[in-house]
């Protein structure tokens, strides 16, 4: 366990001096990067990021994957603000019944997934679960709004997504995420029979975790965090857009993985995906300053995706044959 814990710090040490690195660099190309202003921006957005990779996180923690998230995040920002606009419900009844829709649907895909695994390994079943679901819940989301956007939501929503003072809420909202997630890693039973099941699943089941109740918690936990990403996006635009979710799946695994949440399972801290949200939201920003054409951020953030997970496989091959 310790040795997993240097390799993780290593990784977050790495992740920090690469986002100082390109900080430096892109400020000595365009200094406008370093703007009160534009710094509240990366801010905000990586706290809203983080909170969506530190749920993704969980599922990868216990060796699965939750290729559902995107669509996770369109259903909550449209049914929140159809909750709001259609219905003039309260705010905090709107709230909860779509974190709970979300959760529930986190709890189903879980509930699938462990029917499968044993004998299959968890990220087969949650890789087809959550991708089937993932198309279902957009083509459901589509279908019912006919691809429309929903605008005119009251302005007491916004409070979610504005600034105070210097200080985003999505950062505060961070704060108390990141204290609850400490607590159950790091202080309670639950964590440890998380890392357990993604570093050794026989040797959990042998010492009598109930591995599936632990799976479904992670899967719904992961989908209660993507609902309420969804929610403060829709906070921030003030609107509900069918088509807000698709790019944040890949955007939710990769800042988890880049902050050293391994996709075999069993490794990672809750400190990873805020540095790696931070990482890829210093790159989109700095792409934008430095008028280079949108059309290669997809390219940037698959490519350092793409490198952190061959370290990592290539680094568990070397552990494995100890090299």
């Known amino acids: 366990m310790k040795a997993k814990a240097i390799i993780g710090h290593r990784q977050e040490i790495n992740i920090l001096v690469m986002v100082f690195v390109l900080i430096a660099f892109i400020s000595i190309l365009n200094p406008k990067f370093l703007r009160y202003d534009n710094l509240l921006i990366i801010i905000k957005w990586t706290a809203v990021l983080s909170i969506l990779a530190i749920g993704e996180s969980f599922v990868l923690l216990i060796g699965g994957i939750d290729l559902s998230i995107g669509s996770v995040i369109t259903l909550t920002n449209m049914l929140i603000a159809g909750l709001l606009s259609a219905y003039n419900m ?44 993932n198309f279902s819940l957009y083509g459901l989301v589509l279908g019912v709004s006919g691809g429309n956007p929903i605008y005119g939501l009251p302005r007491s929503y916004s409070v979610i997504g504005m600034d105070i003072g ?29 890392y357990a099941i993604g570093g050794n699943l026989q040797a959990a089941i042998r010492s009598g975790i109930n591995v599936n109740r632990v799976r479904m918690f992670c899967f719904s936990f992961s989908s209660f965090l993507a609902g309420l990403t969804g929610i403060i996006i829709g906070s921030i635009l003030l609107s509900g857009n069918p088509l807000v979710g698709p790019e944040w799946m890949l955007l939710g695994i990769a800042a988890a993985v880049i902050g050293g949440v391994s996709l075999a399972g069993g490794e990672g801290t809750f400190i990873g ?51």
């Open 273 to 323: 995906p805020i540095l790696g949200s931070l990482a890829l939201q210093v790159i989109d920003n700095g792409l934008v300053v430095l008028y280079v054409n949108p059309l290669w951020r997809d390219a940037a953030i698959g490519g350092l995706f793409l490198s952190v997970t061959l370290y990592d496989f290539i680094r568990r091959k070397k552990a494995l044959l100890g090299m």
């Open 90 to 133: 309260p705010l905090p009844l709107a709230i909860f019944l779509t974190l709970a829709t979300a959760s529930l649907i986190g709890l189903g895909q879980g509930l699938l997934a462990v029917k499968f695994s044993p004998p299959l390994p968890l990220a087969i079943p949650s890789f087809i679960i959550t991708l089937a679901m």
């Open 166 to 194: 210097p200080l985003p809420v999505p950062v505060l909202i961070l704060v108390v995420i990141v204290i609850a997630v400490f607590y159950i890693l790091h202080k309670s039973k639950l964590g440890v029979y998380i």
